[in-house]
Nanobody, 116 residues
């Protein structure tokens, strides 16, 4: 059974940084494309960033380009999201995601709150 466990969320002031982590178990991590999504209060869940199995390809939402960086450590079965220059608009629950045989697998989410 694939499990994703996020960590690293918290409260930070505008302009600050946080690094989220997502550890995967139950499947060979190095075979999986990984992604980060977020859901802000009162909004739909939205794509944030994704990274290919090798780490050689990354993709970002326009709203986070130049501020967020996705990376992975296949030896640790962990994907990261480094978030810099945070704004109150980045306040959301952040979810890690992968897909197994076309079925999305989600973590439980980690809360990020950015104060102005």
């Amino acid at each position: 059974q694939v499990q994703l466990v996020e960590s690293g969320g918290g409260l930070v002031q505008a302009g600050g940084s946080l690094r989220l982590s997502c550890a995967m178990s139950g499947r060979t991590f190095s075979n999986c494309t990984m992604g980060w999504f977020r859901r802000a209060p009162g909004k739909e869940r939205e794509f944030v960033a994704a990274i290919s199995w090798s780490g050689g390809y990354t993709s970002y939402a326009d709203s986070v380009k130049g501020r967020f960086t996705i990376s992975r450590d296949n030896a640790k079965s962990t994907v990261y999201l480094q978030m810099n220059s945070l704004t109150p608009e980045d306040t959301a629950v952040y979810y890690c995601m992968t897909a197994v045989a076309g079925t999305p697998i989600w973590g439980q989410g980690t809360q990020v709150t950015v104060s102005s």
